[in-house]
């Protein structure tokens, strides 16, 4: 079980970054996809989702700002940010959930993204 994540980096505030993240072949096709971060000091928190369905869910924060997408062939998930600001630093953590276990939820390694002002 896998989840390859790609895309951080170092950008100015109002520039962009695309993530990735491709789950190995193992984790279901039907998982919800998603995006967490972490900043330094605080807790993991919710940043998106897409279901295989297309539904999409954001965080408040980040809504009008970033875009997330997937391709179901292999499950990739992209996040588009956008409007990038130094409050967006953190650790982005991948992750792929069940629709029908909770139990089953799965991270990828994290990606760092910082934000110069």
């Known amino acids: 079980v896998q989840l390859q994540a790609s895309g951080g980096g170092l950008v100015q505030a109002g520039g962009s970054l695309r993530l990735s993240c491709t789950p190995s072949n193992d984790i279901s096709r039907l998982n919800i996809m998603g995006w967490y971060r972490q900043a330094p000091g605080k807790q993991r928190e919710f940043v998106a989702e897409?279901?295989?369905?297309?539904?999409?869910k954001y965080a408040d924060f980040v809504r009008g700002r970033f875009s997330i997408s997937r391709v179901n062939a292999d499950s990739t998930v992209y996040l588009q940010m956008n409007s990038l600001k130094p409050e967006d630093t953190g650790v982005y953590y991948c992750n792929s959930r069940s629709p029908f276990n909770s139990r089953i939820n799965y991270w990828g390694q994290g990606t760092q993204v910082t934000v110069s002002s």
């Open positions: 897409v279901t295989r369905g297309g539904t999409l």
